[in-house]
């Protein structure tokens, strides 16, 4: 339960973190929208919203190997 605490703490850090920088970026930044070399389309929203969940993905797997690293006991 105190891992699974930890990481909603984290993640709900990150999102403020990206919601604050989001909303300290003027009206012109926030509304571009560029093109990668692939033709994908981003914009500043959508860059903050999938560094989130990236960071919540590698989060996730971080704990999955503490918890296995507990499991076998090499943690002494």
């Known amino acids: 339960m105190r891992q699974g605490t930890q990481q909603g703490r984290i993640s709900s850090f990150l999102t403020s973190l990206a919601l604050d920088r989001l909303q300290g970026l003027n009206e012109a930044v926030r509304s571009a ?44």
């Open 33 to 76: 929208v560029v093109t990668d070399e692939s033709g994908e389309l981003w914009s500043a929203r959508k860059v903050f919203r999938r560094f989130v969940e990236h960071e919540r993905e590698h989060t996730a797997h971080i704990r999955e190997i503490m918890e296995q690293y507990e499991t076998r006991g090499l943690n002494k």
